[in-house]
C-alpha cells in the first residue's frame, strides 16, 4: 500500500462473508468503471487539444495540448483534415500513434482503475501524464476521487491535486487566463477531491457509529452477566444466612426430641425429620456451590434481620438447648442499616456454628457500643465432649488454621459428640461472614482460645460510608 492509510473495515462481526461479499463488489464496480473510461480516455487524447468539429467539419484546435505543440504531425494539417468524415479516421492519418491513442493509452487506464483502492500511485502517475500530454480529464477525474474518497494521507492528496493543476495549465496553455481555464481546474480537480472527500467523511462516520454501537452492545451484555452474577450471589448469601440457619436449628431439635423421647413412634419420625433435613442441608450445599460467585461485586439485597432481632435469635437457641449468655454494653443507639445486618449476621452464624462443633458448650454473645463503632464478640466453650483442641467454632466449618486464615474451601468433617450427628457443612460460612464485615468496612477476626474455646470478634465502624469517602484508594495514582 506504499504508505497509505487505508480506512479500518467498519465492523469485526463482517470479516468473513460480508468482506468477501465487499472485496467482490468493489471488484465488479472497478470493471464497470474502467469499461466506462475507456471511450473517455480515447475522446479526450485527441480533443480537446487535438482536433475540433464544426459543424460536421474537422479542423486542429485553437489550443493544441502540449503533446500536439510538440509533435503537430501526429494529426493532419487544416486542408488534409478536411477529407476525413470522422475523427477516429483522422487520428490513423499516423497508425502508430492512432493504435497508441486508441488502445494502448485507454487499457493502460483501464488497467491502473482495476488497482485504484489498492495502489492507487499506478492511475494517478499515469493520469497526470495523460493530463499534461494530451489535457485528457477522464483518468485524473476517476484518480482523484478514488484517492480521496478511499485514503487518508491529506498530505500525499494535496500533493497530487497540485501536481494535476500543474499538468493542467501546462497541458492546455491558455494565455491570458480565462474562466474557461479556472472552469476546467474546478472540474477536473476541485470536483472529484470534494466528492471523494464527502464519501470517505460519510464513511468514516457510518464505522464510527457501528463500532461505537457494537461496543455498546458488549458494555450491555457485560454488565447483564454481572448483574446476573451479583444476583446469582445474593441468592447463595440468602440462602445460606436464611434457609441453612433454620433448617440446621430444625435438624438439632429433631436430635433432641430422639434422644430425649422413649415412644418409638416420636423417636421414629424425630428420626425422619432429621434424616431429611440432613439430606436438605446437603442439597442446599451443592445448590449453593453452584451458585456462589468468587467477585466481591456488591447485589441489591431485601431488608434483612437487624440487632432488635437478636434477643429472638437467642431465645430461638435457648430453646433449642443451648447455653447463651447475651450482654449488652455502651449506650446502645440505632447504627446505620449496613451495620445492623451485618451484626446481626455475625451472631447467627457464629451461634450456628458453635451448635454444629461445640455442641453442649457454653455461648456468649456481647455487643459493645463505643463511640464510633460496634464490636460484636461470639465466643463458645469446648463441647460437652472434647476431644482435641482443634475442635470448635468458625474456622471448623471453613477450613481455617488457629489464626482464622482460610486454607481451603473443602469441607471439613462433622465433629459427632456424645453419639450426636451435626448437621453437614456448607464451606462457605465464613466466607459470606467476611464479604459482609468487608462490605461493611469492619475487621473479622476468628481465633482459638487456649482453652479450646473459639471466639468470632467483628469491629464494624458507624460511619463506614463516610471513611470510605474520604479515604483514596491507596493504589490509585493521581498525576498530573
Same mark, same amino acid.
Given at each position: %500500500?506504499?504508505?497509505?492509510?487505508?480506512?479500518?473495515?467498519?465492523?469485526?462481526?463482517?470479516?468473513?462473508?460480508?468482506?468477501?461479499?465487499?472485496?467482490?463488489?468493489?471488484?465488479? %464496480?472497478?470493471?464497470?468503471?474502467?469499461?466506462?473510461?475507456?471511450?473517455?480516455?480515447?475522446?479526450?487524447?485527441?480533443?480537446?487539444?487535438?482536433?475540433?468539429?464544426?459543424? =460536421?467539419?474537422?479542423?486542429?484546435?485553437?489550443?493544441?495540448?502540449?503533446?500536439?505543440?510538440?509533435?503537430?504531425?501526429?494529426?493532419?494539417?487544416?486542408?488534409?483534415?478536411?477529407?476525413?468524415?470522422?475523427?477516429?479516421?483522422?487520428?490513423?492519418?499516423?497508425?502508430?500513434?492512432?493504435?497508441?491513442?486508441?488502445?494502448?493509452?485507454?487499457?493502460?487506464?483501464?488497467?491502473?482503475?482495476?488497482?485504484?483502492?489498492?495502489?492507487?500511485?499506478?492511475?494517478?502517475?499515469?493520469?497526470?501524464?495523460?493530463?499534461?500530454?494530451?489535457?485528457?480529464?477522464?483518468?485524473?477525474?476517476?484518480?482523484?476521487?478514488?484517492?480521496?474518497?478511499?485514503?487518508?494521507?491529506?498530505?500525499?492528496?494535496?500533493?497530487?491535486?497540485?501536481?494535476?493543476?500543474?499538468?493542467?495549465?501546462?497541458?492546455?496553455?491558455?494565455?491570458?487566463?480565462?474562466?474557461?481555464?479556472?472552469?476546467?481546474?474546478?472540474?477536473?480537480?476541485?470536483?472529484?477531491?470534494?466528492?471523494?472527500?464527502?464519501?470517505?467523511?460519510?464513511?468514516?462516520?457510518?464505522?464510527?457509529?457501528?463500532?461505537?454501537?457494537?461496543?455498546?452492545?458488549?458494555?450491555?451484555?457485560?454488565?447483564?452477566?454481572?448483574?446476573?452474577?451479583?444476583?446469582?450471589?445474593?441468592?447463595?448469601?440468602?440462602?445460606?444466612?436464611?434457609?441453612?440457619?433454620?433448617?440446621?436449628?430444625?435438624?438439632?431439635?429433631?436430635?433432641?426430641?430422639?434422644?430425649?423421647? *422413649?415412644?418409638?413412634?416420636?423417636?421414629?419420625?424425630?428420626?425422619?425429620?432429621?434424616?431429611?433435613?440432613?439430606?436438605?442441608?446437603?442439597?442446599?450445599?451443592?445448590?449453593?456451590?453452584?451458585?456462589?460467585?468468587?467477585?466481591?461485586?456488591?447485589?441489591?439485597?431485601?431488608?434483612?434481620?437487624?440487632?432488635?432481632?437478636?434477643?429472638?435469635?437467642?431465645? =430461638?437457641?435457648?430453646?433449642?438447648? %443451648?447455653?447463651?449468655?447475651?450482654?449488652? %454494653?455502651?449506650?446502645?443507639?440505632?447504627?446505620?442499616?449496613?451495620?445492623?445486618?451485618?451484626?446481626?449476621?455475625?451472631?447467627?452464624?457464629?451461634?450456628?456454628?458453635? *451448635?454444629?462443633?461445640?455442641?453442649?458448650?457454653?455461648?456468649?454473645? +456481647?455487643?459493645?457500643?463505643?463511640?464510633?463503632?460496634?464490636?460484636?464478640?461470639?465466643?463458645?466453650?469446648?463441647?460437652? *465432649?472434647?476431644?482435641?483442641?482443634?475442635?470448635?467454632?468458625?474456622?471448623?466449618?471453613?477450613?481455617?488454621?488457629?489464626?482464622?486464615?482460610?486454607?481451603?474451601?473443602?469441607?471439613?468433617?462433622?465433629?459427632?459428640?456424645?453419639?450426636?450427628?451435626?448437621?453437614?457443612?456448607?464451606?462457605?460460612?465464613?466466607?459470606?461472614?467476611?464479604?459482609?464485615? +468487608?462490605?461493611?468496612?469492619?475487621?473479622?477476626?476468628?481465633?482459638?482460645?487456649?482453652?479450646?474455646?473459639? +471466639?468470632?470478634?467483628?469491629?464494624?465502624?458507624?460511619?463506614?460510608?463516610?471513611?470510605?469517602?474520604?479515604?483514596?484508594?491507596?493504589?490509585?495514582?493521581?498525576?498530573?
Amino acid at each position: %500500500m506504499n504508505g497509505n492509510s487505508r480506512h479500518p473495515l467498519p465492523a469485526a462481526s463482517e470479516i468473513d462473508l460480508s468482506r468477501w461479499q465487499r472485496q467482490r463488489r468493489h471488484r465488479v %464496480m472497478d470493471w464497470i468503471v474502467a469499461l466506462v473510461c475507456f471511450p473517455f480516455v480515447f475522446l479526450f487524447i485527441v480533443a480537446p487539444g487535438g482536433i475540433e468539429e464544426d459543424d =460536421g467539419v474537422l479542423s486542429r484546435s485553437d489550443i493544441p495540448s502540449l503533446m500536439f505543440r510538440i509533435f503537430p504531425g501526429l494529426l493532419p494539417e487544416g486542408s488534409e483534415l478536411e477529407r476525413y468524415d470522422n475523427v477516429f479516421e483522422a487520428l490513423f492519418h499516423h497508425p502508430a500513434f492512432g493504435l497508441t491513442a486508441a488502445i494502448i493509452l485507454p487499457g493502460l487506464t483501464a488497467w491502473a482503475i482495476l488497482y485504484r483502492r489498492t495502489k492507487p500511485e499506478r492511475l494517478l502517475t499515469l493520469a497526470v501524464v495523460m493530463l499534461l500530454l494530451f489535457g485528457n480529464f477522464a483518468p485524473i477525474v476517476v484518480a482523484l476521487y478514488s484517492y480521496a474518497a478511499w485514503f487518508t494521507d491529506r498530505r500525499k492528496l494535496v500533493g497530487w491535486a497540485v501536481a494535476a493543476t500543474a499538468a493542467l495549465v501546462i497541458g492546455l496553455w491558455d494565455p491570458p487566463v480565462t474562466w474557461l481555464g479556472v472552469l476546467r481546474v474546478g472540474v477536473g480537480v476541485g470536483m472529484p477531491i470534494s466528492l471523494g472527500l464527502w464519501i470517505s467523511t460519510r464513511r468514516l462516520l457510518i464505522a464510527s457509529l457501528r463500532e461505537r454501537a457494537e461496543r455498546l452492545e458488549r458494555e450491555q451484555q457485560l454488565m447483564a452477566e454481572r448483574a446476573v452474577a451479583a444476583e446469582r450471589t445474593r441468592i447463595a448469601r440468602e440462602m445460606h444466612d436464611v434457609v441453612a440457619h433454620r433448617v440446621s436449628l430444625m435438624v438439632l431439635h429433631a436430635g433432641g426430641l430422639e434422644v430425649s423421647k *422413649a415412644e418409638p413412634a416420636v423417636v421414629q419420625t424425630a428420626a425422619q425429620i432429621r434424616d431429611t433435613g440432613h439430606e436438605a442441608l446437603t442439597e442446599l450445599r451443592e445448590v449453593l456451590g453452584v451458585l456462589r460467585d468468587d467477585s466481591e461485586t456488591e447485589a441489591p439485597t431485601v431488608p434483612q434481620p437487624v440487632l432488635s432481632d437478636l434477643d429472638r435469635l437467642v431465645e =430461638g437457641w435457648r430453646s433449642a438447648g %443451648m447455653s447463651v449468655r447475651y450482654e449488652r %454494653m455502651g449506650s446502645a443507639h440505632a447504627l446505620p442499616a449496613l451495620q445492623e445486618r451485618t451484626g446481626y449476621r455475625v451472631v447467627q452464624e457464629a451461634l450456628t456454628n458453635a *451448635a454444629k462443633h461445640a455442641p453442649g458448650g457454653p455461648v456468649r454473645v +456481647q455487643l459493645v457500643y463505643e463511640q464510633d463503632e460496634l464490636v460484636v464478640t461470639v465466643t463458645n466453650g469446648p463441647p460437652a *465432649a472434647y476431644k482435641h483442641d482443634e475442635l470448635g467454632g468458625d474456622d471448623a466449618e471453613s477450613g481455617t488454621d488457629r489464626q482464622g486464615n482460610t486454607v481451603g474451601d473443602e469441607e471439613i468433617g462433622d465433629h459427632d459428640t456424645a453419639g450426636e450427628a451435626s448437621a453437614p457443612v456448607s464451606g462457605f460460612g465464613l466466607a459470606g461472614l467476611r464479604e459482609r464485615v +468487608q462490605l461493611a468496612r469492619g475487621t473479622l477476626d476468628v481465633s482459638a482460645l487456649p482453652d479450646g474455646s473459639w +471466639q468470632v470478634r467483628a469491629v464494624l465502624p458507624e460511619n463506614a460510608e463516610h471513611r470510605h469517602a474520604a479515604a483514596p484508594d491507596a493504589e490509585t495514582e493521581i498525576g498530573p
